[in-house]
């Protein structure tokens, strides 16, 4: 009768340190105390990389809540608890009242689907221009019901607590006590004053450029990362105002003995477009760049959001959307369309039509010029 081996203590011991030994590739070394080969302590400078190509690629982390009900279970919400817990600042905002809550026009027809309801706000009145000159404290961080990037409420540092107030978009990592600059007014005497009287664009980039600082785009150092894009002169941002958003400043049209005009950036969509070189940006990048990753876990919170339910065509009737009606589920062998007939697949309304016939005409000219050469060679 075969019997099963029984293994003493002592060569359990031997065995495991054996296993030890040869699974080399399993240790792990500790990544604060790297070692030479000899022992000793090597010391090391943190390694900053530039931010991924695309945001999906970073380690979000969500904060997550125990099930106790089915509404929470599937709630997930970037962690944000820098954020100013009380109300905002009263004499910047107004209330949001009207028609523009239920995206009905003058006349109280429904010009946009799918919006009413919701929450009661108030408008926060942010500051686009940054035109006001000087240093200015960040106070506190702020969560705007409007917007999905969060605003900090900033003070004139020279007059102190009681000086003007006034909303900016928040830059990723600022933070309560921080203090921003906006140079769109000038560059200041003493800031001049330092770099020996000329203009250094090397020294004024070291000094000036600095998250949360406006400056205008023609003082921007290429390859820097702006929000806030203004496109011309003397007016606010128009461009990357939104959670996460940035643009990179790619070039300038410097031309041999002449001024240069224009600005060129990269927007989010990869398009680069001229700006004015007076326009304005803000170094960084927009904050609460995780708001693409929350969940709201219930209906219920998108109607607190102002969001009403979509429904599907197919499921209305005949009367109500080209998809509806029949026995069953059937749209009757119609092409996708709107609920006004407009062809919903294939870019109809989408496709930049100018763009696509430059394209065409291009390969057309260029086909053409090699038919040419061939038949010359």
């Known amino acids: 009768m075969l019997q099963p081996r029984i293994l003493s203590r002592k060569s359990l011991i031997s065995s495991q340190t054996t296993l030890n030994t040869l ?88 010009c946009v689907r799918h919006r009413g309801g919701g929450h009661r706000r108030r408008i926060r009145i942010v500051d686009y221009m940054r035109k006001e000159p000087g240093e200015h404290v960040v106070e506190r961080i702020e969560y705007d019901p409007n917007r999905s990037a969060h605003l900090a409420l900033v003070t004139d540092k020279k007059k102190g607590a009681e ?66 894009v203004g496109s011309t002169k003397n007016k606010g941002a128009v461009f990357c105002r939104s959670a996460g958003t940035y643009a990179i400043v790619v070039g300038k049209d410097d031309k041999a003995g002449k001024a240069f005009k224009h ?50 065509g197919l499921a209305m009737n005949a009367c109500d959307h080209p998809h509806g009606g029949g026995r069953g589920k059937s749209k009757g062998n119609v092409h996708p369309v709107s609920p006004w007939g407009t062809p919903a697949k294939g870019g109809y309304k989408t496709r930049r039509k100018r763009n696509i016939n430059k394209w065409v005409v291009h390969e057309r000219e260029r086909n053409q010029g090699k038919r040419r050469s061939g038949k010359a060679a």
């Open 23 to 110: 699974r080399t590739y399993a240790t792990v070394a500790d990544p604060l105390k790297p070692t030479t080969s000899t022992g000793a302590t090597v010391s090391f400078e943190p390694a900053y990389s530039s931010p991924p190509a695309y945001r999906k690629d970073e380690n979000v982390i969500l904060r997550t809540y125990k099930p106790r009900t089915p509404g929470i279970r599937h709630l997930k919400r970037p962690i944000n608890d820098h954020l100013w817990k009380g109300s905002p600042h009263r004499p910047l905002t107004f209330a949001k009242v009207g028609h523009g809550k239920g995206g009905r026009n003058h006349t109280g027809r429904v």
């Open 163 to 228: 000086g003007k107030k006034s909303y900016i978009i928040a830059a990723e990592g600022m933070r309560a006590g921080d203090v921003v600059q906006s140079y769109r007014a000038g560059i200041p005497a003493d800031l001049l004053k330092s770099m020996g009287g000329a203009l250094d664009p090397g020294m004024l980039a070291a000094k000036t450029a600095f998250r949360g600082n406006c400056l205008p785009l023609h003082l921007v150092p290429l390859g820097t990362q702006v929000y806030n």
């Open 263 to 312: 600005v060129s950036v990269r927007l989010q969509s990869g398009e680069v477009r001229k700006v004015d070189k007076d326009a304005c940006a803000t170094i960084g990048v927009s904050s609460n760049p995780h708001h693409h990753f929350r969940q709201l876990g219930k209906a219920g919170r998108s109607r607190w959001l102002n969001i009403r339910p979509t429904v599907r």
